[in-house]
């Protein structure tokens, strides 16, 4: 029996009991699902909820009245063998063995949609990460949210929400021209101006756009400047890209900021909230009248000489996300970005939108890692391939997504090399790689999934094993719900070691000339299960499920 199965069914004792009089409840007030967890204890029963002590005071009676009604209900779905009621009104449900062994098979026949659920079904959501400059190569500041920002996306697509991730170019504004003036510079075999970009990373673009454009030393600097700007961000666009592809995050969207003051988006989104009348005039400049939604200053759009702040183009980018239908936004920001919490709130405001509901603002906290050397092409910073080269994407990856986003995080590179269970991202993978090789194994020996007997699966071992495995779609649920990806990997790391006590006390393949028997059929089954659950969180995270270590 699944969470899901178990959910249903306490739903239906519900609307049954309204409907014969026993609890005072209209219809419409029963749940179609109801939230079963696990019990703290497990003494205490593979299940519990708290629908009673939910529902009591619209019902007009005390919890543990309600809970005893519903109880009596309980006793009666197939596959619970007891039900307790325990403090204000709680209830513990045990699960006969028959019952909570069919959901290995279950396992096995959902394969990869196994975890996913409805519970952001209908949401439209724009998720707004990394965004890095394009003047630079990525680096250790913006791993984070690459790991964390695709890994929420992934869990809010298992979970039904309809996501489009999206990468904001800066590719308007000053820094463009001090960019191409680097490049110019080295071109020139010259030192880059001052506050220019250093690092070799310049003059390898240099190369790339001389690749391009053979002739560009011949042209004036007022000619050529414009030509290596577009050319050397096509080229550092292309590194971004390819290093994200390396670190396994793709991007729905890249989204120029140029193309916003190319479409007259920043005249349009200005007139837009004057309409709205939240945008005044003073000292010559346009204003738009943030404190109104709990800024802590007006916030200037148009300056006194007539150019568009960053504020404006943040404004105009916003209305563009709605424009294009997304009726949440979620913004991924950095440790120094925490002033811009207030400020789109208010935009979104200013935009008639709730700041509650449609906008949300995500600050990540600052990862280091010990040992780590600067980049020999940039010279002044980690450089995101490089910790790629060092440790591995999916080492980098699982270590940043098992953390809260807002918990400052410094990584240990020894630790993360480390073959042993001490190194959490080889602990679950190589459970996977375990249940791969036990499978391989069994089938070795001659067992085959051809029979199936859940009442075999009555071991403690299996029991805690396959409670953690019926646990895993309200963990990933969750996690898209608390845009908390941690949870998958923690949870993985839980069923990791159930996998290896289960595996250490039942024999999947006999052992020797013994004979093949149901038992080790219907454990090849849960193998196979504990195998698909753990590849599906680590996809979730990005990170690869190895068939060997």
């Known amino acids: 029996m699944t969470p899901e199965e178990l959910s249903l069914a306490i739903s239906a004792c519900l609307k049954d009991a309204v409907a014969a009089g026993e609890i005072a409840l209209s219809a419409s007030a029963v749940p179609d699902e109801v939230r079963v967890e696990r019990p703290k204890n497990r003494d205490h029963g593979d299940w519990a909820t708290n629908i009673a002590l939910q529902l009591s005071k619209q019902a007009g009676t005390n919890p543990r009245e309600f809970a005893t009604i519903l109880s009596a209900r309980l006793k009666s779905i197939n596959g619970v063998s007891a039900v307790d009621i325990a403090g204000p009104g709680f209830l513990n449900i045990t699960v006969d063995a028959a019952a909570a062994g069919a959901l290995a098979k279950a396992i096995v026949e959902a394969g990869r949609s196994y975890g996913t659920n409805t519970a952001l079904a209908g949401h439209v959501v ?20 690459a790991a964390l920002g695709d890994a929420i996306a992934r869990v809010l697509r298992a979970s039904g929400a309809d996501v489009t991730a999206e990468y904001y170019i800066n590719d308007a504004g000053s820094q463009m021209n001090v960019f191409a003036n680097s490049v110019y510079s080295r071109l020139h075999g010259r030192p880059v101006p001052d506050g220019g970009y250093p690092g070799q990373y310049i003059a390898d673009l240099g190369h790339d756009v001389l690749t391009e454009h053979p002739d560009i030393r011949e042209l004036t600097e007022v000619a050529a400047l414009p030509v290596i700007r577009s050319a050397a961000y096509k080229a550092q666009m292309k590194d971004i890209k390819t290093t994200l592809a390396d670190f396994g995050v793709a991007f729905d969207v890249y989204f120029s900021e140029q193309e916003l003051h190319d479409a007259g988006a920043i005249e349009s989104a200005v007139a837009r909230l004057r309409e709205q009348g939240h945008v005044f005039d003073d000292g010559g400049a346009v204003w738009l009248r943030t404190t109104d939604f709990g800024d802590d200053k007006d916030r200037v759009m148009i300056r006194a000489n007539g150019e568009p702040t960053y504020f404006a183009a943040d404004a105009a980018y916003y209305l563009s996300k709605k424009d294009r239908g997304f009726t ?75 953390f809260p986003a ?144």
């Open 126 to 145: 724009n998720m707004e990460f990394v965004s890095a400059n394009p003047t630079g190569p990525l680096h250790i500041g913006h791993t984070r949210w």
């Open 328 to 402: 949440e936004k979620i913004y991924l920001l950095g440790a120094d970005h925490h002033g811009y919490i207030n400020r789109l709130k208010a935009i979104a405001a200013c935009a008639g939108d709730d700041p509650e509901v449609n906008i949300e603002v995500l600050i990540g906290q600052l990862v280091s890692v010990n040992g780590a050397k600067l980049s020999k092409r940039a010279g002044n910073i980690i450089e995101l391939k490089d910790l790629i080269s060092w440790l591995g994407k999916d080492a980098v990856r699982y270590s940043l997504a098992r």
């Open 406 to 549: 807002d918990s400052p995080l410094t990584l240990d590179p020894d630790l993360l090399k480390k073959h042993s269970n001490e190194n959490p991202v080889f602990y679950v993978q190589y459970a996977h790689a375990r249940t791969r090789g036990a499978a391989r194994n069994a089938v070795a020996a001659g067992v085959d999934r051809t029979a199936f007997d859940a009442s075999l699966l009555d071991h403690a071992t299996e029991n805690e094993l396959l409670s953690y495995l019926g646990s895993y779609p309200s963990i990933v649920a969750k996690a898209a719900e608390l845009r908390e990806p941690h949870r998958v990997a923690r949870h993985l790391e839980v069923i990791a070691g159930a996998y290896h006590r289960w595996y250490d006390a039942c024999r999947i393949a006999p052992m020797g000339d013994e004979p093949v028997t149901d038992v080790n059929r219907t454990r090849l089954w849960l193998n196979d299960a504990t195998s698909q659950v753990l590849a599906n969180g680590l996809d979730l995270l990005g990170v690869s499920a190895p068939e060997r270590m």
